[in-house]
């Protein structure tokens, strides 16, 4: 079931569809002679997340007829995904419990993540790390299910089948934003792999030749792994995972990802950050820099979102 945008939904959500696609440039792009546009799924909403908006798409859908009493979701103190469905939740008037890695939080300062999520009326549920390693065991589920009362269990990220339609709609918007206009690569993070299987999963015409994924985390071969368990046998349009720009792995950065994002922050009205953005728009600037991307390429890089974990870094300030 497709929502559409005039929809009572989204308007509810004040969700900002088709998220802006423009043209930008990166540091060594001009001199290469390459053409570069981003896709502003940052802009899709000033709280959700633009990644997991799409990820999460049809599930809040069909929940905005039918509401589940309790949905849980698991992730990491500073998770884009936690906070977006927590928003959700909370604007939907469900009740919600974010099952978080890490120890026990006494006497510590909660992530500011953690806090809008509490400040929604949502619950916290700590687990320690050999408990959270056991997130897709379904016994393990009904367990925290049952303990917690709820009816509905979301796996971290979003990232689930259900996610992959909403994530292609991208290529709809693309196409009818620039109807004109041939992508050679698009560029994005990786880290559960689920958005890079909505994109490359071809049930529709696309206007991108090739995708191009920035693995965030170290995870050569499993990543790829992932993508492939989300496609089964689909046809699906080229892709290959660059593993040479995760500055050290998750949410881990290197002194010149900071002064390129830094630089780069300060340079240009759209902001990046250094766990998923920041990493994106480095390897497609390095492959530019490089010759990997031929002179004359266009190419679209895909901004996630994911600012509000930026806060980690104490940079910016997302509003609630
Ligand atoms: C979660 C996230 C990603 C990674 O998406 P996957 O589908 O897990 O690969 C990329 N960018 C941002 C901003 C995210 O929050």
Known sequence: MRVKPESKFLTDLAINLPSPLEQISLPDSAAKGVEVWCKRDDLIHPIISGNKWRKLQQTLASWYSCPPSHVISFGGPYSNHLHALAFCCAQLEITFTAIVRGKYLQNQVLSPTLQDICHWQGQLHFVNKTDYQRRTEPAYIDELKNFLQADICIPEGGSQSAALQGVAEIHKEVSYQQPELMFDFAFLPVASGASLAGLVNKHQATSINAFIGVAVLKGESYLEELVEQFLGQEQHTQWHIEHEYHHGGYAKTSADLLAFCEHYNA???????????????????????????????????LHTGGLQGNRAYKRINVSK
Request: net charge positive.
């Open 267 to 301: 340079k240009n009205s759209l902001q990046i950050e250094p766990v998923y953005s920041g990493k994106c728009f480095w390897a497609a600037n390095d492959m530019i820099k490089t010759g990997k991307i031929r002179p004359g390429s266009r190419v679209l890089l």
